[in-house]
């Protein structure tokens, strides 16, 4: 049996997000060839395990794992051997800060335990809206026009933005996922007031032009050997949001998610190559999900999420299930491939 760690939770904004990952993850082992147990970070960054063969954790336990029987803890990161002295591999089901950019990977790393998703600097990179939107443009993927405002542009301005990008336009943290720290602005006051808010959340702030057109979203999945294929894409319809922001991702028929996207074969596989290109270029491994919207103009790359979320309403089991797989399979292939590319040493 292959001991597996599921880590989730973690002190980002996507904390809840991350529990219910985890425990989907842990519902849909293998329970013939893993055994699986529940690791929850928690906001303050201390380790919770779940004891052995404890059942999966209710909710409202990984939630509140110190208060619960069914969890030893708390155990600080740089102490933390009952956490990781069985385990074969981690699952990261981690979102957002600490998580998702490189740096619990570059811990995991140092204490030579393997895991899943991509490495530290793929992770970093993609994490980081605008330093992956530079690589994506260096390597002929379209992306939406945008603009800095923050310390590494001290000559941008509200006005100057607003002149640059004009209305509508999003308003993004570089460094934040699950549409957390992301807003639209119609108006110079409205863009005035989400530039304020996230002036304390990073240094600098994506500001892009708003693009009108179909949303698109296509997992990545690497087979056991690493050999990379695209996945079904999937159309995003909001129904009654603006865009893809959190409600619409995470509350149950908040938006259409159709599988297979209903598109000319043309574009679908526009979206598919842009997609292994996205995946390649910012050197990602096992699993990815690119989102991108489609119009006259083109193909425009949003962003990478280079550990997507597992939910029961995320897109990357939806896409996998299009094709006639299961949840099961798809951690099976993802643990396989991970296993084999980092062995532990």
Request: contains cysteine; proline residues 8%.
């Amino acid at each position: 049996m292959i001991q597996v760690n599921v880590v989730m939770g973690g002190p980002s904004v996507e904390h809840e997000i991350s529990l219910l990952t985890g425990r989907e993850v842990l519902r849909h082992l293998d329970k013939q060839k893993y055994r699986g147990r529940a690791v929850v970070v928690s906001m303050n960054m201390e380790f919770y395990i779940s004891c052995d063969d404890a059942e999966i954790p209710a909710p409202e336990t990984l939630s509140g794992p110190g208060k619960s029987p069914v969890f030893e803890g708390p155990f600080p990161p740089y102490s933390s051997p009952a956490v990781w002295d069985n385990c074969d591999i981690a699952f990261i089901g981690l979102h957002g800060s600490f998580g998702e950019d490189g740096i619990f990977q570059g811990y995991l790393d140092t204490l030579k335990i393997p895991y899943t998703g991509s490495g530290v600097f793929a992770s970093a990179v993609a994490m980081n809206k605008i330093a992956s939107k530079r690589i994506f443009e260096q390597n002929g993927l379209q992306t939406p026009p945008y603009s800095i405002y923050g310390k590494s542009n001290p000559g941008s301005t509200v006005e100057s933005i607003a002149d640059e990008r004009g209305f509508p336009c999003f308003v993004k943290c570089p460094q934040s996922g699950s549409s957390r720290l992301i807003g639209k602005a119609d108006t110079t006051a409205e863009l005035r007031k989400l530039l304020e808010q996230f002036e304390h959340e990073a240094d600098d702030i994506l500001v892009e032009s708003a693009i009108e057109g179909v949303e698109l979203s296509c997992p990545v999945l690497e087979d056991t050997t690493g050999v990379p294929r695209a996945l079904p894409p999937v159309e995003i319809r909001p129904k009654n949001s603006a865009f893809f922001d959190f409600d619409a991702k995470y509350t149950d028929n908040a938006c259409d998610e159709i599988v297979p996207a209903p598109q000319p074969e043309g574009l679908i596989k526009e979206v598919k190559n842009a997609a292994l290109r996205a995946h390649k270029v910012l050197s990602c491994a096992c699993v990815s999900r690119t989102d991108m919207i489609a119009n006259d103009q083109g193909l425009f790359v949003l962003e990478l999420n280079s550990l997507p979320g597992l939910t029961p309403n995320s897109l990357v089991p939806k896409s996998f299930a299009g094709e006639g797989g299961t949840y099961g399979q798809m951690l099976d292939i993802i643990l396989q491939r991970s296993l084999n590319l980092r062995k532990r040493q």
